[in-house]
């Protein structure tokens, strides 16, 4: 799947993993007829053929291609079933590369695993996580072939040369047959198989629930349910369905009931559900014979009880129903895809003429909103907007809008366009591109940020975080939300999501962001994190006296994934803290916090876990504090702003395809705003534009 394509029009056909001409000709070529195979039995096996004459039954011509004889005990042209084979490699060759050929069948495919140890598997503390990608095993080598129980499988070194045969025939389950002394040896694996009609129930309420599983053989071999793909493309926009590989873990997402045919004896089972049911690793016995399979998930904790809704508020490429599968196979409430311009490629704008899309139950649902952008000012999620999209979804740039397409819009347009629809903006994948933000961020103009914690940073120590902590230092109320940017099979809807407490409200998108937009929320990648501050939830204010006070903080996590620091954060500064080197799935963390002036409180986790090369994490939205008479500002931060607006102005003016002179004017008229209120800012704290620091 990953090899390079010989023209454009390769690709849907090699997702078939096969082409066997059936309909005559050549792929590309003029067809020009079929020529027949036909195998005529000897009618009399003790008697040797010495002639055979063709008589005509019509006017019709025939035309003779060749005739040959075979000597064998099946019919040379009829094949038995997909037989998985396992060559043990000599020691001495066992780096090949090997080729495996047969003479009279097919050779579907062929492959190596790396070393699959049930024991370590079942007992892992990531279940959902994906195991990362290890170095195949070269003891083995696996071929799937479909042949005639007369054909000889060939083995052949293409380095050394050396060849090896197999007569099939002489293939039998629970046997290994050796080429010759110190050569290969050959296994059939799985000799039975049986199809089973599975169903998976929630042991809270007893009914079939979707869910994200795998299949594994004894080996290690990924077997999907009918329907999914056995190898999964995983690169941009390739593989959008029902499937999904983390790290070099293949699954599939079924709605609660699925069908699959599995080998009789042990294999392996892997599910999850989201991060409030318990993830499950399992070792099964499926017995010769069996056509059913029951398979329970249950609860890890219930938010939505408690009128929390989880969602991603970025998602690319996936269907809506696909969407609301997935979305209910990860535990989520929300999915926001986003429909955008890649140059000429416009994704999911069929989508937007219609309505939300929501789940049977009520509680799972498809918005299909916009993401607007520009490859250097930024990129903005418009999020469940009434009326007509935000057009264009893209200005000024190639890998954005195509070549040679005018600044249209600045993100301050977009942003208006999407308030006067009623939608929700979202800064995605703050702060790239950054460099308007910070003037839209001045302006008012952004709803929330999009946050995850990418990389290997256990305590947040990325531009991704302290960039937003930056803000909130300098005044700026920015809740945060969370959301994959899934464009491909690589990573899970929800992955990274956010939950916002809906209070009394009924579950509804306007209602979901309206909690955005109150703060009482936290972005996650597995743990659930709950903050208060002298009893107050996050995007709440606590007006302290003029002299500040101290403050009452109680953090609690809870976690499949065990999690090894909880942290209390003011003003981006850790002022409490609480480990367990070992990981726990479970901390609470309290402390009375000394505060001087104006701030913020904020919880954060993280475990040495990664997600999707992300540690899982987890951190709430501020708490915010007021002291009469002073306002919450930073020097630094406001002329680290000022540096942005001027550098996104000066390329607007000398470097961006420009619009028509009053576009442009409005374009660059957000700058000098924006510039004007810092500039007022910096003056009413006694600061000059010169003095403000670096």
């Not at 007829?33 to 008589?55: F, K, Q």
């Not at 999904?244 to 609660?256: E, M, N």
């Not at 990129?379 to 009326?387: D, T, V």
């Not at 620091?565 to 080197?581: F, P, T």
Request: aromatic share 10%.
């Amino acid at each position: 799947m990953t090899d390079p394509l010989r023209a454009a029009t390769d690709w849907g056909e090699i997702q078939t993993g096969l082409w066997d001409g059936a309909y005559g000709g050549e792929p590309g070529l003029e067809y020009h007829g079929t020529v027949w195979v036909c195998a005529l039995e000897n009618p009399s096996p003790g008697r040797t053929v010495r002639s055979l004459r063709l008589e005509a039954k019509s006017e019709d011509p025939l035309f003779l291609c060749g005739v040959t004889a075979y000597h064998g005990r099946e019919n040379p042209l009829r094949h038995e079933r997909l037989s998985l084979y396992r060559f043990t490699l000599p020691k001495a060759e066992r780096k090949g590369p090997w080729d495996v050929g047969v003479d009279l069948g097919l050779v579907a495919r062929t492959f190596s695993l790396p070393p699959f140890e049930s024991q370590s598997w079942l007992s892992s503390p990531t279940i959902g996580l994906g195991e990362p990608r290890m170095a195949a095993d070269q003891d083995y080598l696996y071929a799937e072939v479909s042949a005639s129980r007369d054909a000889t499988l060939t083995l052949k070194n293409l380095k050394t040369g050396s060849q090896y045969e197999f007569d099939l025939g002489r293939v039998v389950p629970g046997q290994e047959i050796e080429a010759r002394a110190r050569g290969p040896r050959i296994k059939v694996l799985e000799p039975g198989k049986v199809w089973l009609h599975g169903k998976v129930v929630d042991t809270s309420t007893g009914r079939p629930t979707p869910v994200r599983l795998s299949f594994l053989s004894m080996e290690g071999r990924y077997i999907p349910p009918y329907g999914h793909r056995t190898e999964i493309n995983s690169a941009w926009f390739q593989d959008y369905g029902a499937d999904v590989k983390r790290a070099g873990t293949s699954f599939a997402y079924v709605d609660g009931t699925f069908q699959i045919e599995l080998p009789a004896g042990e294999v392996y089972l892997e599910m999850t559900k989201g991060f409030e049911y318990e993830p499950v690793r399992k070792k099964l016995r499926i017995e010769p014979g069996q056509r059913e399979l029951e398979l329970s998930i249950s609860r890890f904790a219930d938010l939505r009880s408690k009128n929390w809704v989880s969602a991603d508020t970025h998602v690319h490429f996936l269907s809506p129903t696909t969407a609301i599968l997935e979305g209910q196979g990860e535990g989520l409430n929300l999915i926001n895809v986003l429909a955008a311009q890649w140059g000429d490629l416009f994704t999911n704008v069929g989508d937007l003429s219609h309505t939300p899309l929501t789940s049977s139950d009520g509680e799972m649902m498809v918005w299909v909103g916009t993401e607007n952008r520009q490859h250097l000012l930024g990129h903005l999620g418009l999020l469940g907007g009434h009326g007509a999209p935000v057009y264009p979804m893209s200005a000024s740039g190639p890998g954005e809008s195509y070549i040679g397409t005018p600044l249209w819009n600045n993100l301050a347009d977009w942003a208006d366009a999407c308030r006067k629809r009623e939608g929700l903006v979202v800064a995605v994948h703050f702060p790239y591109p950054t460099a308007e933000l910070a003037a839209d961020v001045v302006l008012g103009k952004i709803d929330a940020v999009e946050l995850w914690p990418t990389g290997m940073s256990e305590h947040f120590n990325s531009l991704r975080f302290l960039d937003w902590y930056r803000y909130l230092n300098c005044g700026y109320r920015l809740p945060a939300v969370a959301g994959t940017d899934k464009m491909g099979a690589w990573i899970a809807a929800g992955a990274y999501r956010a939950y916002a407490y809906l209070g009394q409200d009924e579950f509804s998108f306007a209602n979901w962001a309206k909690a955005v937009r109150g703060g009482n929320t936290f972005m996650t990648s597995g743990p659930l994190l709950f903050f208060q501050a002298d009893g107050h939830a996050p995007g709440a204010e606590i007006r302290m006296g003029a002299g500040g006070g101290k403050v009452e903080v109680r953090a609690e996590v809870s976690s499949t994934i065990p999690v090894h620091r909880l942290e209390i954060v003011l003003n981006g500064k850790v002022v409490a803290s609480r480990d367990d080197n070992s990981g726990t799935r479970g901390m609470t963390l309290r402390e009375a916090v000394p505060v001087s002036g104006p701030g913020w409180l904020a919880a954060r986790c993280a475990s040495r876990f990664q997600s999707a090369g992300a540690r899982v994490a987890a951190h709430t939205s501020p708490v915010y504090l007021s002291v009469p008479g002073q306002e919450l500002f930073s020097a630094p931060t406001a002329a680290y702003m000022l540096t942005l607006i001027d550098g996104a102005e000066t390329w607007a003016k000398n470097l961006a395809t420009r619009p028509d002179a009053e576009q442009f004017a409005r374009a660059l008229k957000v700058f000098s705003d924006a510039r004007e209120r810092l500039h007022q800012r910096l003056h009413k704290h006694g600061v000059a534009h010169g003095n403000a620091g670096g």
